[in-house]
């Protein structure tokens, strides 16, 4: 098998399989760790996967600007917001940070609903002006555009006075061994403490964020309480399900 032949069979393996070990590939592709490792390495740098210590994940979705990301997947988002109603009751202290599929799920909020809200995406606290029973607070700092999201020392410093019922969080990768992971550090600490000053922490994840990683790590799995998504593989669902996580599958 010439070289071009097994980096694509490495491809295929991992989009379908989303992790390899270098020494199972070695077996299967009949050529030498050492040269299975310079595939992923090559790979790696040509951004189609993610290599870690003993092999390889799939490459998570682009990161996109959110009005991008607004456009995409809105029936999937939608759905997984709607299975994520069940879990939010008047009068809680909600904590939602920024992301698509958290606007979705605002959207979805009834009117009636009763409770405080607190978010550091200035998108989401417009999407509830009309929810009079809803105490909004946003959270303040240094406006990152490409998420829209507050972040900095001012962000995580408010955050220190504050404890939230469930917190909501947006997720770029996952997986259930290296964890929740996000491609900017910023991002990455104020989300660590969001699930620090939470109850219970709820994701909703479309399909192409599962078991992949980025390059900062914002908790291990097991921090999550509920994780909603989509068409999971039967081995996939029961490795979270160990960490103690209800996995809400959506077909």
Request: hydrophobic letters at 40%; one cysteine or more; charged letters at 25%.
């Amino acid at each position: 098998m010439l070289k071009q032949e097994r980096q694509q069979t490495i491809i295929d393996i991992v989009n379908e399989e989303h992790k390899v070990i270098a020494s199972d590939l070695s077996r299967r592709l009949a050529v030498s760790e050492d040269t299975i490792r310079r595939d992923l390495k090559e790979l790696d740098s040509q951004g189609v996967i993610k290599r870690v210590h003993s092999g390889a994940l799939r490459k998570g979705p682009p990161v996109q600007d959110f009005s991008t990301r607004q456009e995409i997947f809105n029936d999937t988002k939608a759905n997984l917001a709607n299975k994520a109603l069940r879990y939010i009751e008047d009068d809680m202290v909600l904590l939602i940070d920024g992301g698509t599929t958290n606007l979705q799920l605002v959207h979805q909020l009834p009117l009636s609903l009763k409770g405080t809200v607190i978010t550091n995406s200035p998108p989401i606290a417009m999407a509830l002006a009309n929810h009079n029973d809803i105490e909004v607070i946003m959270i303040g700092g240094t406006l990152f555009k490409e998420s829209m999201v507050n972040l900095g020392i001012d962000t995580y410093e408010a955050l220190n006075s504050m404890r939230a019922d469930l917190y909501i969080m947006g997720i770029y990768n996952i997986d259930p061994e290296i964890g929740i992971s996000i491609p900017r550090s910023s991002e990455a600490l104020i989300k660590r403490k969001m699930a620090s000053i939470s109850t219970e922490v709820l994701s909703m994840v479309t399909n192409d964020k599962l078991d992949t990683v980025s390059n900062h790590i914002v908790c291990p799995t097991d921090h999550l309480t509920y994780l909603i998504t989509e068409n999971v593989h039967a081995d996939i669902k029961r490795l979270y399900e160990k960490q103690g996580i209800t996995i809400i599958d959506s077909p």
